[in-house]
């Protein structure tokens, strides 16, 4: 007898029941190089516009993309046509500049200077692995906020661009207040409980297209775009309050959690590099913890 054979019996199992192979495949576009690089989008509209603009179906963080760049046509039979869209910088397929070309399966389009995506097919089950591999890779695990890799990543795309067009970024620093007691007192869980109840607060007050990370430990930081100075101001304020105004609850507990928040924006002459925006905001957030605490200060220079 083997040691197989001791083990417990095979589970019989019906194969209908089992994920059947896919028949169907999808067009989609996979970033390959630039800024998100593993992000999917699947091609699922008769026409799909690739560029910087909020507006657009594929927005892309590049400095040298236009706003409405390029141009995904869906065809009959599942043909995909790519038509570039007057671009400042051109689009390119295999490296050959292009204004009208059918894709085909393996193609690397790269549109502004570092960008490139290859388009594929996907069926759904490749199309899911390739999601939850993008996303492990850019979320925080306990809280599933982006991570510190991706808001740096991203800092650095944004504030590129604020420089270039001179659009106003946003750069908040959260801390939530004696932190250290909750794990003293509750203990390490609450405090996990703290941390994600906290990021759900505030992920589910803010914009899809706003960067809301876990910069480490109980720090946070969020990245918002379009948003002048006054106004950020007066959503860090309603963040605060959205934190501080609801107990929060573990383990039939009711606990008081308040946040101080720091807040930079561009643009701004002091401010020269991404670095010196997050040295700005903290400066800020320093500023709110000695002011008391639970309070949103910005850095004005």
Do not use: W
Request: hydrophobic fraction near 40%; include cysteine.
């Amino acid at each position: 007898m083997t040691g197989d054979d001791n083990s417990e019996s095979t589970k019989i199992v019906s194969i209908s029941n089992l994920q059947s192979p896919q028949k169907k495949n999808y067009a989609c576009l996979i970033v390959i190089a630039g800024s998100n690089v593993g992000q999917m989008f699947r091609i699922d509209l008769e026409e799909m516009v690739i560029g910087r603009g909020h507006l657009n179906q594929i927005m892309l963080i590049d400095d040298g993309i236009s706003r409405s760049h390029c141009r995904l046509i869906a065809l009959p039979g599942g043909e995909v046509m790519l038509e570039d869209l007057h671009s400042t910088n051109g689009t390119y397929i295999n490296s050959e500049r292009v204004s009208r070309r059918l894709l085909k399966d393996g193609d690397k389009i790269q549109v502004g200077s570092t960008s490139i995506l290859k388009f594929t097919y996907h069926d759904n089950i490749e199309e899911n692995f390739q999601r939850q591999m993008f996303e492990s890779a850019l979320r925080d695990g306990l809280t599933k906020t982006y991570n510190k890799r991706y808001f740096v990543e991203r800092l650095e795309a944004e504030f590129a661009y604020a420089l270039r067009h001179h659009f106003p970024v946003t750069l908040f620093m959260f801390d939530l207040d004696h932190f250290k007691r909750f794990n003293d007192t509750y203990g390490h869980l609450c405090g996990d409980a703290v941390l994600v109840e906290m990021a759900r607060r505030v992920t589910g007050s803010i914009r899809s297209e706003d960067v809301f990370a876990r910069y480490g430990g109980e720090e946070f930081a969020l990245i918002t775009r379009g948003i002048p100075h006054d106004n950020a101001v007066i959503l860090g304020d309603r963040l605060r309050m959205n934190i501080a105004n609801r107990p929060f609850v573990y383990d039939n507990q009711q606990m008081t959690v308040t946040v101080s928040i720091g807040i930079a924006s561009l643009p701004n002459p002091a401010i020269n590099s991404a670095e010196e925006l997050v040295d700005a905001a903290d400066r800020a957030l320093y500023q709110a913890k000695h002011a008391g605490r639970n309070r949103v200060c910005s850095f004005n220079k």
